[in-house]
C-alpha cells in the first residue's frame, strides 16, 4: 500500500527557509518512471504545482513560480523534499506532496498535507 | 502556460441528479486530463485520468469525456459521498488546475 506523509514546522518567519519532506512507503522513490511532486492550495482556494523529482534527481519546477523551491530526493531514507526560500507570507499554504505510478504526471497518491503558516 | 477554466464554479444538486462539469483548456492539451475530489480537510483524489480513464476502486457512476481543448464530468446519480469540490488538472505542459467546481447540497 503506497503511502505519502508530510512532515515540516508548522511555522516560518518571514524571508527564512521551509524545509519540508515527505516519507514514502509501500513504493521506492527511486522507481524509474514517477514523479515525486509537490502541490500547494491556497486556503479555500485552488491547487497549484510546485515542481517534481524524477530519474536520477532531474527536477522541473512551475515556471510561472519564482525560482525559490528546489526540490531533492534522499533514498536512503525513501523520502523527497523542499526547500523554499525567502517564505513571505503569501507562502501560507497547504503543501501537499503527491506521485502517481503510472508514469505520468497526474496524482493518484497523496500526503495528508502540511499547513504551513508565516509569521514573525 | 495551459490555462484550465471550469463552469459552473458552483452547483447545487440533490441526491439522484445527474451532474456535469465542463473544464476547458487554454490549447488543445491531447487528452491529457485527470479529474479530482475534494472533501472538506481532505487531499485530493483521482477520479478519471487520460480524460475519461476510470481510476481503480472509483464508482461507475463518474464517467468523463473530452478531447482537444473540452471535457466534461459526469456523476450519473449523485450520491451523499458525491458533494465535495472537482478539479480538473492538465498533464501536456506542467501539470496546472482548474479553479474548482464545489457541488453543494440543494
Known amino acids: 500500500q503506497v503511502q505519502l506523509q508530510e512532515s515540516g514546522p508548522g511555522l516560518v518567519r518571514p524571508s527564512q527557509t521551509l524545509s519540508l519532506t515527505c516519507t514514502v512507503s509501500g513504493v521506492s522513490v527511486n522507481s524509474g518512471g514517477s514523479y515525486w511532486s509537490w502541490v500547494r492550495q491556497y486556503p479555500g482556494k485552488g491547487l497549484e504545482w510546485i515542481g517534481y523529482i524524477y530519474n536520477s534527481d532531474d527536477t522541473y519546477y512551475n515556471p510561472s513560480l519564482k525560482s525559490r523551491f528546489t526540490i531533492s530526493r534522499d533514498t536512503s531514507k525513501n523520502q523527497f523534499s523542499l526547500r523554499l526560500n525567502s517564505v513571505t507570507a503569501a507562502d501560507a499554504a497547504l503543501y501537499y506532496c503527491a506521485t502517481s505510478l503510472q508514469m505520468a504526471t497526474f496524482f493518484d497518491y497523496w500526503g495528508q498535507g502540511a499547513l504551513v503558516t508565516v509569521s514573525s | 502556460d495551459v490555462q484550465m477554466t471550469q463552469s459552473p464554479s458552483a452547483l447545487s444538486a440533490s441526491v439522484g441528479d445527474r451532474v456535469t462539469i465542463t473544464c476547458r483548456a487554454s490549447?488543445?492539451?491531447?487528452?491529457?486530463l485527470a479529474w479530482y475530489q475534494q472533501r472538506p480537510g481532505r487531499a485530493p483524489r483521482l477520479l478519471i485520468y487520460?480524460?475519461?480513464r476510470l481510476q481503480s476502486a472509483v464508482p461507475s457512476r463518474f464517467s468523463a469525456s473530452g478531447s482537444g481543448t473540452e471535457f466534461t464530468l459526469t456523476i450519473s446519480s449523485l450520491q451523499p459521498d458525491d458533494f465535495a469540490t472537482y478539479y480538473c488538472?492538465?498533464?501536456?505542459?506542467?501539470?496546472?488546475f482548474g479553479q474548482g467546481t464545489k457541488v453543494e447540497i440543494k
Open positions: 490549447q488543445s492539451i491531447n487528452n491529457w
Open positions: 488538472q492538465q498533464y501536456d505542459n506542467y501539470p496546472t
Open positions: 487520460e480524460a475519461s
